[in-house]
Antibody, heavy 118, light 107 residues
Framework: QVQLVQSGAEVKKPGASVTVSCKASGYTFTSYGISWVRQAPGQGLEWMGWISPHNGNTNYAQKVQGRVTITTDTSTSTAYMELRSLRYDDTAVYYC???????????WGRGTLVTVSS | EIVLTQSPGTLSLSPGERATLSCRASQSVSNTYLAWYQQKPGQAPRLLIYGASSRAIGIPDRFSGSGSGTDFTLTISRLEPEDFAVYYCQQHNTSPSFGGGTTVENK
């Protein structure tokens, strides 16, 4: 079945970087975009960015532009989201989802909790 | 950036009642790019409606979406116990964004 499997929880110090992975299976990885969405504790959903695994094109939300990089490895059908210069308010559950930029988000990973703490 | 405003923030209803959730956009959104999601505590969001009015696979027909331009509505015709959750609207065009969510709670 179609699924996205994310890497495990992370605890990072302020100023550090974190990379979250998202492995796709059950469909042709290069046929759909992958978006990253985060949710701070008790808050709503915030779109962070998108990548086309087909050609590597990316689009980032203005709020995190310059601190986030989304990449893919088509040989393993895996997407990655790197967030740098972590701040306390980056503490959130980070989701990958299939879709974005013209396509609804029809498949979601289970989420990865990233905690920023000194 | 398109801002989506959902109302009400919280809807207190009983099983069997009708729920009407609103989503207003700061500028016109093509129906093609308007979706609704359901999220339960500790779970990832789940796609309910895409294209403003098309139900996703496996979504029961008590869920329906309507609207156009800047005003969209999600209706749950008769609430089932499993429908109490948070609902988000989303536009997924050039720079996707989500509404702030409506919590449907059991009265």
């Amino acid at each position: 079945q179609v699924q996205l499997v994310q890497s495990g929880a992370e605890v990072k110090k302020p100023g550090a970087s974190v990379t979250v992975s998202c492995k796709a299976s059950g469909y042709t990885f290069t046929s759909y975009g992958i978006s990253w969405v985060r949710q701070a504790p008790g808050q709503g959903l915030e779109w962070m960015g998108w990548i086309s695994p087909h050609n590597g094109n990316t689009n980032y939300a203005q709020k995190v532009q310059g601190r986030v990089t989304i990449t893919t490895d088509t040989s393993t059908s895996t997407a990655y989201m790197e967030l740098r210069s972590l701040r306390y308010d980056d503490t959130a559950v980070y989701y990958c989802a299939r879709g974005g930029l013209g396509w609804y988000f029809d498949v979601w990973g289970r989420g990865t909790l990233v905690t920023v703490s000194s | 950036e398109i801002v989506l405003t959902q109302s009400p923030g919280t809807l207190s209803l009983s099983p069997g009642e009708r729920a009407t959730l609103s989503c207003r956009a700061s500028q016109s959104v093509s129906n093609t790019y308007l979706a609704w999601y359901q999220q339960k505590p500790g779970q990832a969001p789940r796609l309910l409606i895409y294209g403003a009015s098309s139900r996703a696979i496996g979504i029961p027909d008590r869920f329906s979406g309507s609207g156009s331009g800047t005003d969209f509505t999600l209706t749950i015709s008769r609430l089932e116990p499993e429908d109490f959750a948070v609902y988000y609207c989303q536009q997924h065009n050039t720079s996707p964004s989500f509404g702030g969510g409506t919590t449907v709670e059991n009265k």
